[in-house]
T-cell receptor, first 113, second 113 residues
């Protein structure tokens, strides 16, 4: 089945700096890659996603890139703010994976004011 | 106007007991999920229902039994609770396949003593 690895597990950045989280996946049939943000005591919330027919997608301060050949995708957050502090999860899904989302282990991001 | 709601929010119980967690979504979605998040924040799919039909059944103990009385509700019943069942359980829903945004509930924090 699909295996998703996420790095780093923790990330501390100064407010205003950029944060980058990287994920690799194992199933070449995966074609949908969402990113979720989980704030303390809450459920995960989708912040951006990318499909395999696109190499990059941007939404304000958040961008995601996908390299299908290398089987990795990344989340970029620019001009970080204290409210970006949360746990971020990448995930992958493809028909070969039983049409389910497989999540990475999560990255705890702390933005220091 | 809560989208995905779960009850109870907290559940503390003794080993061996049977408990249920309820989930309701008012988004009109066809697909609902149960996830387990362990103490290390790892998120793993347990079950998925589409229009009341079970479509994903991961390798979870058969002490866990999901029930979907209608497409807006997905409940989780757990028999003979064990210490290792302590976790946060999240319900989620999506319109159509898993390659659509999944909306997560606030979670049910289960502690088995």
């Amino acid at each position: 089945g699909e295996n998703v690895e996420q790095h780093p597990s923790t990330l501390s950045v100064q407010e205003g700096d950029s944060a980058v989280i990287k994920c690799t996946y194992s199933d070449s049939a995966s074609n949908y890659f969402p990113w979720y943000k989980q704030e303390l005591g809450k459920g995960p919330q989708l912040i951006i996603d990318i499909r395999s027919n696109v190499g990059e997608k941007k939404d304000q301060r958040i961008a995601v890139t996908l390299n299908k050949t290398a089987k990795h995708f990344s989340l970029h957050i620019t001009e970080t703010q204290p409210e970006d502090s949360a746990v971020y999860f990448c995930a992958a899904s493809g028909t070969a994976a039983g049409n389910k989302l497989t999540f990475g282990g999560g990255t705890r991001v702390l933005v220091k004011p | 106007d809560t989208a995905v709601s779960q009850t109870p929010k907290y559940l503390v119980t003794q080993m061996g007991n049977d408990k249920s967690i309820k989930c309701e979504q008012n988004l009109g979605h066809d697909t609902m999920y149960w996830y387990k998040q362990d103490s290390k924040k790892f998120l793993k799919i347990m079950f998925s229902y589409n229009n009341k039909e079970l479509i994903i059944n991961e390798t979870v103990p058969n002490r866990f039994s999901p029930k979907s009385p209608d497409k807006a509700h997905l409940n989780l019943h757990i028999n003979s609770l064990e210490l290792g069942d302590s976790a946060v359980y999240f319900c989620a829903s999506s319109q159509g396949t898993v390659k659509e945004t999944q909306y997560f509930g606030p979670g049910t924090r289960l502690l088995v003593l």
